[in-house]
């Protein structure tokens, strides 16, 4: 393992025991709830939108190291973002986790986030590092159905 991966490591295990934005937000404007069924993770997660602008995140919920540090992360990364910048974002870690493991991933591209780009080496865990932003798309689409991994 390389020192970049023990790093990395390191981030996602600091995410998972102690998880940033973490409990209900009392005033969300938008709850959305995820599940992916290959795992069990179940995460739910608030939204408070201002107009175009979300003026506040948090999450709730059980799961794998990785999905809770995936949403530890992206709660992080999102906060004070426009909706728009949000989904840019959203598909910015899609294209990581979906990229071939031996091409690399543009880290400048999606930041702190770059360190799940690991879970590429294990394709069932793609969908515990996904299923917060497919959580997040539902939020800020407002869709009522619960976000799958599937
Ligand atoms: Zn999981």
Redesign the pocket.
């Known amino acids: 393992m390389s020192d970049l991966s023990e790093l990395y490591q390191e981030v996602i295990l600091d995410h998972n025991r102690r998880p940033r934005n973490w409990g209900a937000l009392a005033d969300a404007t938008r709850i959305s709830k995820g599940h992916?069924p290959?795992?069990?993770?179940r995460l739910t997660l608030y939204l408070k939108l201002d107009g175009d602008r979300i003026a506040g995140v948090s999450f709730e919920g059980s799961?794998?190291a990785?999905?809770k540090a995936s949403a530890s992360l992206m709660t992080d990364a999102i906060k004070t973002q426009s909706v728009d910048d949000a989904m840019v974002l959203f598909h910015k870690f899609q294209d990581m986790v979906t990229t071939p493991i031996d091409e690399p991933v543009d880290e400048d591209a999606v930041g702190k986030l770059a360190v799940l780009a690991g879970v590429r080496e294990f394709p069932a865990?793609v969908?515990?590092a996904s299923?917060a932003w497919h959580t997040l798309k539902a939020a800020l689409e407002g869709a009522d159905e619960p976000a799958k991994t599937e």
Request: contains cysteine; aromatic residues 0%; positive net charge.
């Open positions: 992916n290959l795992c069990g993770d799961g794998c990785i999905s865990r969908k515990c299923l």
